[in-house]
């Protein structure tokens, strides 16, 4: 029984997250459907493009830190990831207003059969949901906090307290 044969395109399109593949020059090689939706672009328009003349002058602080991770990746050989990045981006259904996003990159490199690098995969992730159940449940914890009486001596025994929401 022979393996099957894998279609590595469809593997690529299938990939979770927003995923592009760079050259170690910080050429755009490929993306998938989710990265280009992302970018706003499509792949015609990204494909062949310079990573640091696909980001707006704004956005420079964001665009080095990409670059540096970048660099690791490459110089390195190892996997390297930024973790909840702040990044604004245009809000398609308001010209003119932009939208408070987070986003977790992760950069890997590929190598090919010889062991060299041949491709910098970059995977971005828009956690900006997930932040925002982080911010609420701090809320809801410096707010049950804050309804505690403070620890003190009950007579010559030690008291703790605790909340616990009503069933």
Do not use: C
Not at 58 to 79: H, M, Q
Not at 83 to 95: F, G, M
């Amino acid at each position: 029984m022979s393996e099957p044969e894998v279609d590595y395109a469809a593997v690529f399109q299938a990939l979770p997250g927003a995923i592009a593949l760079l050259s170690p020059k910080m050429i755009f090689v490929d993306a998938n459907e989710e990265f280009l939706q992302i970018r706003g672009l499509t792949h015609e328009q990204l494909i062949g493009r310079y990573l640091p003349d696909d980001h707006p002058a704004n956005d420079r602080p964001f665009l080095l830190k990409i670059l540096a991770s970048l660099r690791r990746v490459a110089d390195t050989g190892e996997p390297d990831t930024l973790t909840l990045e702040r990044h604004d981006v245009p809000d398609p259904e308001q010209p003119g207003v932009w939208r408070e996003r987070y986003w977790t990159l992760t950069n890997v490199p590929v190598f090919g059969s010889d062991g060299r690098l041949t491709l910098l995969l970059r995977r971005v992730e828009d956690v900006t949901e997930l932040t925002e159940l982080i911010r609420a449940r701090e809320v809801a914890l410096t707010l049950q906090e804050a309804m505690l009486p403070a620890p003190r001596p009950v007579g010559r025994h030690p008291a703790a307290v605790r909340y616990r929401p009503a069933a």
